[in-house]
């Protein structure tokens, strides 16, 4: 199977500064990966799809971006709804699996 | 809208058999493959299981669950099925399902249900 890890597990940020979180897939997925967001007590919300393809209606301060092994979430200028988790899925052969989450706190 | 709405829910014992349903509306059920994930209390999402679009030929399991958990799906009603058999205690969750964003695999799921909570207790 293959292991996602991100990183780091946790960061405290501010309003308007730039976040990255990032993810290693333990083998080569090529641009099959997704990144979501989900905030406490709510379904998980589809951000990225192939690595970095905007889902629709998600605004464009976020970004992914790598291949391969590595992958990369990009928050440019962080808001006030940003604040939640954030999972890496590869979705290259099955078993389809997820990072642990990356926790993104108020600082 | 596109709607899922997960069902079936409950407090069993360990050993013990559980059918989750998920209803679908607002969108052809029957051309997206479809995804159960879990959460268990305070923990990350864990990728349960997937079923092809159309009939549903093709079916993949978490290594957790393969050989204890069945996924299904009814075109003609719009439903798509988890049925889990030989609950343990790990498998305490709440079961989303999830539409995939297109109509083959790899693409990750676009559609989430909130959810129903499946508690497995002596």
């Known amino acids: 199977d293959i292991q996602m890890t991100q990183s780091p597990s946790s960061v405290s940020a501010s309003v308007g500064d730039r976040v990255t979180i990032n993810c290693r897939a333990s083998q080569g997925i090529s641009s099959w990966l997704a990144w979501y967001q989900q905030k406490p007590g709510k379904a998980p919300k589809l951000l990225i799809y192939?690595?970095?393809n905007l889902q629709n209606g998600v605004p464009s301060r976020f970004s992914g971006s790598g291949s391969g092994t590595d992958f990369t979430l990009t928050i440019s200028s962080l808001q006030p709804e940003d604040f939640a988790t954030y999972y890496c899925?590869?979705?290259?052969?099955?078993?389809?699996?997820f990072g642990q989450g990356t926790k993104l706190e108020i600082k | 809208e596109v709607q899922l709405l997960e069902s079936g829910g409950g407090l069993v014992q360990p050993g013990g058999s559980l059918r989750l349903s998920c209803a679908a509306s607002g969108f052809t059920f029957s051309s997206y493959p479809m995804t159960w994930v879990r959460q268990a209390p305070g923990r990350g999402l864990e990728w349960v299981s997937s079923i092809s679009n159309s009939g549903g030929a093709a079916t993949y399991y978490a290594d957790s669950v393969r050989g204890r958990f069945t996924i299904s799906r009814d075109n003609s009603k719009n439903t798509l099925y988890l049925q889990m058999n030989s609950l343990t205690d790990d498998d305490t969750a709440v079961y989303h399902c999830a539409k995939g964003l297109l109509s083959v695999f790899h693409y990750g799921v676009d559609v989430w249900g909130q959810g129903t909570t499946v508690t497995v207790s002596s």
């Open positions: 192939a690595a970095s």
């Open positions: 899925q590869q979705a290259d052969s099955f078993p389809y699996t």
